[in-house]
């Protein structure tokens, strides 16, 4: 693999000393970081070196990717299509359908859009869940386009509104499951993984949520799973099962270090001292949470407690965008209102979107800082633009949690491998991405029997 100098950005570094190094160059060797040091003649590590690719980062921000740790690829063609509806119905009535309607080529496109939208946003590592079928197919929009992602076919053998398209039996989901485990865990040295991926309570039976807990231990891989989203989600929950959602994940087995919790939004103290207690790791997907209306997750209390907290954009039709810079503004901004200007800082919020979603990831010693030894997973930001002027004597990381957005973003490297660089993408093709993700969509909405949004 080849060896990339960053010459004189200005790192932010996300170590455990949050430095800010003003002029400083970074050598790639391989996937790895090799070296961060002071910019200029007198630096050893990087003035004699020979490199195959030099960067000029001067009067740029360079920082680690960022880590959404909820994201659903196979929905990215479903963007506009399921708008102004609360969850239950978005999923019954728009959601489910259209996922039942997708074939391998239409998850592929799915996943690419999905991907080249987080490529040109800045995320460089991603956990994703797919669809009952052709998951294989976004393994592969992942393999070819080199993002960083753990991911998993999503599992239901449950529950009266789920529509035969989607329906699985439980042997059937963990069959197939264990399969694409087999074929596509640790591939690429570890840039691609697996996740097992049971939808939620309301559409798993028992009999598979268990099992899960125990293969995934076997295995060694992430569990990654929605819980209390909804007011209504809780009230089938507690109808069904008899106690309230992260009750009934605790009684199963399934909370632990190795569970991704997204949402998280009605819970009470004695939950989320059991998310605390045991570890789990919990996804804030504030744009999703605002657009379905389901409600504010109480993100600075549980991470006071201690719980260990990430973001996510979630997936394109309960967002429209898969935007890391919207999800940290909106971290920081919507939790103040109830709580003081102080509530979530934008360090803090920063920190979920890197060492936050490294941590949920599995790979907080691997990636979400930049130090040498650690993937190179880096992002280089111009800012310097009207929208984020005054750029002296203003605090840096004020400016990309609050003014940023994802268009500043100009170079987009993972694991050594140079995605994008001045915004332009070197393992897409952007125009045919968005050609055959309109094709896929007309064929999916005919095959699901759904208008198409514009004809609602």
Sequence with gaps: MSKILIRGGRVVTMNEKQEILERADILVDGGTIASVAAAGDENEETANVE?????DAEGKVV???FVQTHIHLCQTLFRGQADDLELMDWLRLRIWPLEGGHD????????????????????TAIIDMETVHHTESAFQAINTSGIRATSGKVMMD????VPPTLMESTEDSLKESEELLRKWHMLDGGR????????????CT????????????????????????????????????????VEFLRELGLLGPNLVLAHCIWLDEDEMEMLRDSETKVVHCPSSNLKLASGFAKIPEMMDMGVFVSL?????????????????RLAALIHKPRLGPTAMPATKVLEMATKGGAEAMGMKDEIGSIEPGKRADIIILDIDHAHAAPTENVNLISRIVYEAKAADVETTIVDGRILMHERKLTSIDEEEVIREANKALERVLRRAG???SSKK
Excluded: Q
């Design 51 to 55: 490199v195959d690719t030099v960067i």
């Design 63 to 65: 920082m680690p990717g």
């Design 104 to 123: 391998e080529e239409s998850i592929y496109w799915s996943a690419m859009l999905g991907i080249t939208e987080l490529i040109k946003g800045g995320t």
């Design 158 to 161: 449950h529950g009266g509104e």
């Design 192 to 203: 691609i993984r697996y996740a097992f991926a049971p939808r939620f309570v309301v559409s």
């Design 206 to 245: 028992d009999d598979l949520l268990v099992r899960v807990v125990a293969m995934a231990k076997d295995y060694g891989v992430l569990v990654h799973t929605h819980a209390s989203e909804n007011r209504g989600e809780i009230e089938l929950v507690m109808a069904e099962k008899g106690m309230r959602n």
């Design 312 to 328: 996510g954009a979630d997936g394109a039709p309960c967002n429209n965008n898969l935007d890391a810079f919207m999800e940290m």
């Design 450 to 452: 759904v208008s198409p």
